[in-house]
């Protein structure tokens, strides 16, 4: 009876992958943003650092580019659809939904990856292993995008067991090929939740290169104004 | 004070490019160099623009020093509605090489600048359309230009009308699909000239290939950094490579259908940092069975305040 009693408080312990992957969610999703961001993009010995500011809501983002270099590029996504503010001639161009995975400002992310609102919502787990990495108790969870419009078809997860918070994201295309690696490097607490704010990118198609990106400012599910995601204020 | 006032709001980058260009066939060559400063001012619903700078060109047997406004205006944006004074650029219907109302070199490269025109321009956008008008002041105010633009946009389309009123009035449509593929067609009437022009632009792995066509009744002007082109026919295909930022390569392969003459341009720039960036390529193009032969190079120094 005792016996059996511990094999059901053991079962009950056992988190399912489900919801841990909910959890993560729970950490990394957001209705709306405000935030002042940092890229660092690196190859070799050379690197470019790019500063901008922006917002997002649901589906749609607006970038504005702070560092005095690229001073005046905006750029806003609503919907499927792209737009480029380019100063030099005050107009904007239209590019289309399949722009968007093309890579944000030639660094290893695109614009799919900075700016889901909820990355994970397309995946269901395969499986997951319990794993332990200098002294920490990690899950290591493999996910599959089910519905065909995530990004990457599979990622492995390594997920803090404390926090729900994923370290180390590795991206897969279909045919099991792994094209990116990502590492966050420092978290913040925002609204009791552990969020990313720092993380370094590599894409494994380039050679010695990978992108930092830091969020240097970052305010989580605030009140964002309509007209910000307007063509008249990409303009203005 | 208030001068401190006004630098906390704007934003000035000073370049120094230096350009040359060199042509094997018939031994010329040209050398620019030119410091710049683009610098924008905005406050509340205003906003000041400059381009402009010193340049000197040196040509086998000729120097020309001067200064040059590319652009420079004041600009008052309220919601939707903007009102723009001074020299400006104004491109209707789309903007790419072969756009009939695109005046640059084909080939831009690093020391080349949009030149405007000066005038008032009156425009409205929202989500789904825009409209503009633009008097463009020429020599005096006898001489002028008045060009407008409506367009409508809806999903994946847009359809637009433009005209240019000069001696007598021209008419010119476009529109434009953007799913996976994006097409652009354009079409302008104007002095019993016909202009046409298309362009298919898709992306294809690392690569974003457009794909252009221009058709005039009569003969129009081309510029490709210092070769001129009369023709009336010309396919292009260009190729540019939007992950590379350091090191970035571009290709343009065009036919002079008239003349029969093909070209390549390749185009490679070469970024050190957000400060130096360089700037090479070659252009060949063959002519009576004769390949002509062309190099250039260039480096642009830019600082950002």
């Known amino acids: ?236 | 004070m208030k001068i401190f006032f006004l630098l906390l709001f704007a934003n000035f980058k000073i370049s120094f490019d230096t350009f040359l260009f060199y042509e094997f066939k018939n031994l010329n060559y040209w050398i620019l160099f030119s410091p710049n400063l683009v610098s924008s001012y905005s406050f509340k619903c205003f906003r000041i623009y400059f381009n402009g700078g010193y340049y000197f060109i040196k040509i086998k047997d000729a120097s020309i020093t001067d200064f040059k406004i590319y652009q420079g205006y004041i600009k008052f944006q309220n919601k939707g509605i903007e009102l723009k004074i001074g020299k400006m650029v104004f491109i209707p219907g789309f903007v790419g090489i072969l756009n009939p109302f695109y005046k640059q070199p084909i080939l831009e490269n690093i020391s080349s600048y949009l030149d405007g025109e000066k005038g008032v321009l009156l425009g409205f956008i929202n989500k789904s359309f825009s409209s503009t008008i633009f008097y463009v002041y020429k020599n005096s105010l006898k001489e002028y230009e008045i060009r407008s633009q409506f367009f409508i946009e809806k999903e994946k389309f847009r359809t637009g009308i433009f005209s240019v009123i000069e001696r007598k009035p021209s008419i010119g449509l476009y529109g434009a699909y953007f799913g996976k593929i994006i097409l652009k067609v354009q079409g302008f009437h104007q002095d019993s000239n016909i202009k046409f022009c298309f362009n298919l632009e898709n992306q294809i792995k690392n690569m974003f290939i457009s794909f252009w066509g221009y058709f005039c009744k009569y003969e129009e002007f081309f510029s490709v950094i210092a070769f001129p082109l009369f023709t009336k026919k010309i396919l292009a295909l260009e190729i540019k490579f939007p992950k590379k930022i350091f090191e970035i390569p571009y290709i343009l392969i065009f036919y002079d259908v008239d003349n029969k003459i093909p070209f390549l341009i390749f185009d490679f720039k070469y970024m050190i940092n957000n400060n130096v960036f360089f700037e090479t390529g070659f252009i060949t193009n063959k002519e009576n069975k004769n390949f002509n032969f062309s190099i250039y190079g260039g480096a642009k120094f830019l600082f950002g305040l």
């Open chain 1, 1 to 236: 009876m005792f016996e059996k009693l511990i094999f059901y408080v053991i079962i009950l312990q056992q988190i399912s992958p489900n919801t841990i992957l909910e959890q993560i969610r729970k950490n990394t999703s957001y209705r709306t943003s405000k935030f002042y961001a940092e890229l660092e993009i690196k190859k070799g010995k050379r690197n470019l650092i790019k500063l901008f500011k922006g917002f997002s809501k649901v589906n749609e983002f607006y970038i504005e580019f702070v560092n005095p270099e690229d001073k005046g590029i905006k750029y806003l996504k609503i919907k499927e659809n792209l737009y480029l503010y380019l100063p030099e001639i005050d107009d904007i161009v239209r590019f289309s939904g399949d722009m968007l995975k093309q890579s944000f400002m030639g660094s290893d992310l695109s614009y799919e990856d900075i700016m889901q609102e909820d990355p994970l919502k397309f995946y269901k787990p395969l499986k997951i292993i319990d794993t332990l990495i200098n002294t920490k108790k990690l899950y290591s969870l493999e996910i599959i995008d089910t519905t065909g419009k995530a990004p990457y078809y599979c990622i492995k997860l390594l997920v803090d067991k404390e926090n729900y918070i994923w370290i180390k994201e590795e991206l897969f295309t279909k045919t099991g090929r792994k094209i990116k690696e990502v590492e966050a490097i420092e978290f913040k607490k925002i609204n009791d939740r552990y969020f990313p704010i720092s993380i370094i990118m590599r894409d494994l198609r380039i050679k010695d290169s990978y992108t930092k990106f830091t969020l240097l400012e970052i305010e989580l599910d605030v009140p964002v104004p309509d007209y910000i995601f307007r063509l008249d204020y990409l303009k203005k």
